[in-house]
Structures are given as C-alpha cells and as structure tokens.
C-alpha cells in the first residue's frame, strides 16, 4: 500500500428511492440493506481499507451526518471526515476533497467512489483499484472503473472505450454517455465497446484540479478564495463560507465530459449501485416462491415476488395474497407498493406535507 | 339508582379474532378499538355508570389484567375485581359473581354483561336494562335482552321469543338456537319471533343460584366448599384454590338452556359485539373509496375496501392498488390479509410457534 494513495468515499447522498429505509435522517449508507451485518458504509471502508492504509481513507459527506459516520467507523479519526455544510452535488465535493488533499500531500493520488454500492467480488476490485492507482500516478490521467453490462441497462450512465489495450487493461475513453433508452442501450451491448459508469474514479490531485481549471474553473475559483486554509485548524469554517457558493453539478458534467484525458479498467467486480428497491430484490436471495424477506418472523400464503423488509428485527410478518410487492415497514412509516411501480416512490416521498417521515 | 342494583362486566376475554391488535397482554377490551378515546371497557363502564352506583359496577377478569383495569378505571376500588385465577368460561365466572354478592347483599340483582361490545343508543340501553332489573327484582326470572335481527348473521346465538307481551315489554323466552346456518337464519328472519343473544343478563342472586343448583350444581359444590370465604379477606387465596376446579363450560349452555324461567326484553340499541375486523370495518366510517383508515397519515393510491389501522398514531401508511384488505400494524405485528378471509385470523395466530407474538 502506497502512503500517498488515498481513498475518498463519497457518503453525502439521501438515497430517496430506498425510501422508506433510506430517509433524509439516515440515508441508504448508514443502513445494513443487505442484512450483511453491516452498513453499507462500514462495508465500503472495510473494502478499501485493502487498498489504501486506513488513515488514507476519506469520509466525505454532509455536516449532519458527522455523528452517524464516527458512530459507524470508530476507527477513524475525526479530521477523516470532509464534512460540506450543503449539498452541492458531486462536482464541488471532488474539488473539496482534492484541495484538502493537495494541501495535506501534494504527490497525492486519490479515488473517489460511492459509500453505497455493493461489489461483491472483492480481490478483483482490490486488484483494478492497484492498476488504477498506478496508471494516475505515473500519467496525466483520469482513470475510472467500467463495469461490464451484462444487460441493456436504461438506469446508468455508459462508457464508451476504445478497445486497444494501453497496458494494466487501461484503455483510453472516447466519450461518456448519458442514461440511454432501451433502444441505444441494446445498441451498445450488441455493438460491444461500452461499460456502465459505477462513479469509481481514480487521478492524482495535479491532474484532476488542473481539470477543473479547464472545464470547471468557477468550482476551484470559488473553494480557492483564501487557498491557505487548507490543511489548517480553520478549513472547517472556511469551507462552510465558501462551499455553499460553488455550483450543483456533477463531476461527470463538469469534468468527465469535457476531458481527454480518461481512460477505463473494465472491471468485472459483481458490481450493483442497490439504487432501487428491485435492484435489493434482483441482488438478495429468494425463497421457493420469489420472496424476499428481511424480518423476524414470517407466515406468508399465496405470496410471490415480494420483498418484505422491517426495520425492527423482531417484527412477525403475516400476509396473503400479494404478487410482486414491495413491503417495507421501518418505524413510522409503511410502504406497500407494487414492485412494478417503484419509480413512484422518490416522487411520492418528496410530495409528503411532514418532513418528519422523508 | 337502586343500591341492592349490580353490574358484573366480564373483561377476561381475549378476542384473538382481533389479533394483532388484540393479544394475549392486552385484549381488545382494553384497547381504543373505535377510535373514540376510550377504550371498550372504559365505554362499558361509563354506559352502566347510568343504571347502577359507580360503586355496585364489577370487573370480573383474569388475573393477569388486574393492573391494566386499574390504570383504566381509577374510580374503582381494587375490592370491584374479581379476579379469575384461571379461564375455565362464562357459568363459573356467573357463578362466583353471584355468590360473591350474595356475601355482600342477598337481595342483589345483578346483570352481567361483556366488556367489549358496541352499544350506540345508549339512552334506549339504560331503560332497557332498568326494566330488566325492576323484572328480576320482583319475579323469579332470568332477563335477557334481545337483539332484532337487521340480517341472517350466522355467527350470532338466537333466541326464540313469545311474542305476548308480559309487561315492562318482557317476553317469555321458548329456547335458545345457537349459531344457526344461513338457511336457519333466514327462515328465523323471515318467521319473526328470533332475537340475536348479545350475552346482556339480569337475575338476581336467588334466581341465578337456584339454576345452578339445578342445572350445574357441581360449579357451585366447587366454588362453596368453605362457602365462609366469600366476602371475607380470604376470598381471593380460596377462589385462586378452588376456581380452577371448576367445569369449562359457557352460562349460555350450563344455566339459560335448560332453565324454564327465562326472558327478554327485544332491545333496540345499536348494538355490535365488534367480533371481527369486519365488523369493524361495517361500523366505522370509510372515505369515498370505502376505506377505513386509523393511522396517523396517509397516502393511499388506488385502494379501495380496506381497513387501515396502525397501534401508533403518528404512523404513516404509503399503500398502492389493493382491494378488500385487512392492514393492521400493531408493535411486533404486521398483518395484511383479505378481509373475505378474515375467519384464518383466529387459527393463525393459534398455530404461532412464538408465544410472545399472541
């Protein structure tokens, strides 16, 4: 493990499509969704903690979310935590991260990734993170992890690559491209040539502020007002003065698509982003009649495909009669909906009049 | 209000048709079933707080809820329970009651009646009973009142009336039917003379222990081996001795089957025994697509003939595209069932491995 390779987990998001599971109070993250025994968040640390020594590893996230985090990860320190005092989306939280680093190691080569996926093939991931780390720090490069898709997938992003191989399976990108329709999707599969985008990146902190120099200069401008209180007892407070100024754009956006700098390691890592309901269901196992269930005790007849899920562990579930349902009961609130129907569940979460139950 | 006037109510049921709600550490009597911020037995004894002296109501009960009734009903004294040891059904607990009066006023009349039934008219319920205690004061009688029938329900008792008025609109009584098949229950609808049996009896110390004597004279042997007992300090430790010897039999079956002495009063009160989720649901009032929600908020989407009902009143129900269900979620519990087939409930809970889910 190299001392200058850092792993920065993003952990900021509200992951409202698990709602009611996920809520504004304690996000997707923070929840044992897999019923692993731990978070997604503990899994993701424990992950990267093969990579990188764990004092290298970087917690960047809400402020609020700050007792959550060192709760979850007593073994990290608190000055781990990147804690942004809004959310501005994934653009100004690299460009954070990167200027945090710059002043702490300027040889620094770090990955940002996802608090909340699930890879399930751990050492090949370990392994193509290894190839990724040194391909950024010998080149001027963004490096990213393509996934294979393994079906026509209208929910991710795509990266197109270009197959010659440039070395420790690195090959240049032609483009990124966005959530396609089924008919581009099935395209791209059939054609070969594209990944699916799992938002793991690899750079070192020269190439990727020089980046946002070129293609996101008002980020930086914006974070680098008094650039000296970086790496100080004052980034803190600075950074709550200034990040709320920057502006709510994705790195994809704001420096995938413009760069020509990218390259790929196409990863097979058993890679899921858990972004829905039915990507749980798709992912956990399935007793005799397709159910999934995640609760104390249970009694179903004449129940197919459903996903069930308490919160409390000792809660009996007694049903019958449904098909393809998502049930989900976690403290005050209960969910029964169609499986089918899933995409209703952010829209329906955002339009509640009480903020108590988002 | 006349003072030798009681009023026993039997609140040791467990109504495990309404389980979840109802469980074996809290029966449905004690429960705010209708939403009227009180629970059923608190309504009982506030309704025959009109007839009697707060002071000559009982609550005869199962030990184990002694302290329950208590926190429901701080205006009794402790020396108002009789506190069964052991459930061995309705004659032994009619049996104690009158011979527990008797120590304390041997002209007693008494009625009994349950804890966790529905009566609307309240005002037409007083007179009723009023008539039936001045009945039983004054005749060797057993009184009981007489619900007219509105529809052929088979899970009701029925009783065969003389139409001849004895005054005070009391009714010789030819027999009683128990719960009769459909086609019975329409020919007792369609003859007239049939009333449903709610389990509302009035007698007096005399009359119900002189049937005893001649109809289920072991009860009484059982309980009046040291007959001294009653109304001393002793009385509990001897009925925790004795009870539990007593035959498992109902009033209904041991005494008001045979006996020749028996009558109604036809009773218009709004009554329902409130025995089953459907029923209710067929009281309660439901929203323009038939539903009948008790939560603390709701979103429902395409439902239709459901009855909603969550323990905590903060909770919210997110429910999409079912029909004629029954959703009850109470604490450790979560049941989603068919209403249609709401007579499993009984037997489900039965067969539960899990003691502490009953």
């Avoid at 993003?10 to 996000?27: D, L």
């Avoid at 991931?125 to 190839?131: D, K, L, P, T």
Wanted: charged share 20%; glycine share 6%; hydrophobic share 40%.
């Amino acid at each position: 493990m190299q001392e200058h390779h850092y792993v920065a987990i993003m952990a900021g998001g509200v992951g409202s499509r698990f709602w009611p599971a996920s809520r504004e109070s304690r996000p997707k993250q923070f929840l044992d969704i897999t019923e692993s025994g731990r978070s997604l968040l503990q899994q993701t640390v424990a992950r990267v903690s093969d990579i990188v020594p764990l004092g290298n590893i970087l917690i960047v996230s809400n402020a609020k979310y700050k007792n959550q985090i060192l709760e979850q990860l007593p073994l990290l320190d608190e000055s781990q935590l990147l804690l942004e005092p809004s959310r501005n989306n994934t653009a100004p939280c690299v460009a954070y991260t990167a200027l945090h680093l710059q002043a702490k190691n300027e040889n620094a080569v770090f990955a940002m990734l996802p608090a909340d996926h699930i890879i399930q093939k751990e050492n090949v991931f370990a392994s193509c993170m290894i190839r990724a780390f040194n391909y950024a720090g010998q080149h001027d490069a963004i490096v990213t992890l393509g996934i294979e898709p393994t079906r026509p997938d209208t929910g991710y992003g795509y990266i197109h690559y270009d197959q010659i191989d440039r070395g420790e399976s690195v090959h240049k990108v032609h483009s990124f491209r966005e959530k396609p329709d089924m008919v581009t999707a099935q395209k791209y599969i059939d054609q070969g040539g594209y990944l699916w985008n799992a938002g793991i990146f690899v750079w070192s902190v020269n190439t990727i502020l020089n980046a946002f120099s070129s293609s996101a200069p008002d980020i930086t401008d914006v974070l680098t007002a008094d650039a000296a209180k970086f790496g100080t007892l004052a980034e803190q407070d600075y950074i709550n003065d200034v990040y709320p100024n920057t502006r709510d754009i994705s790195v994809d956006f704001a420096i995938l698509e413009p760069a020509q700098n990218v390259f790929t390691i196409p990863a097979d890592i058993g890679w899921s982003d858990l972004g829905t309901w039915n990507s749980l269901y798709s992912y956990l196992d399935k007793d005799q009649h397709d159910n999934v269930v995640q609760a104390g005790a249970q009694q179903l007849i004449d129940m197919r495909g459903n996903l069930i899920r308490t919160s409390s562990s000792d809660k009996l579930v007694v049903a019958k009669g449904l098909q393809d349902y998502i049930i989900i009961d976690d403290g005050d609130v209960l969910l029964i909906y169609p499986r089918e129907e899933e995409q209703d569940i952010k829209a329906l979460r955002k339009g509640l009049k009480q903020e108590h139950y988002k």
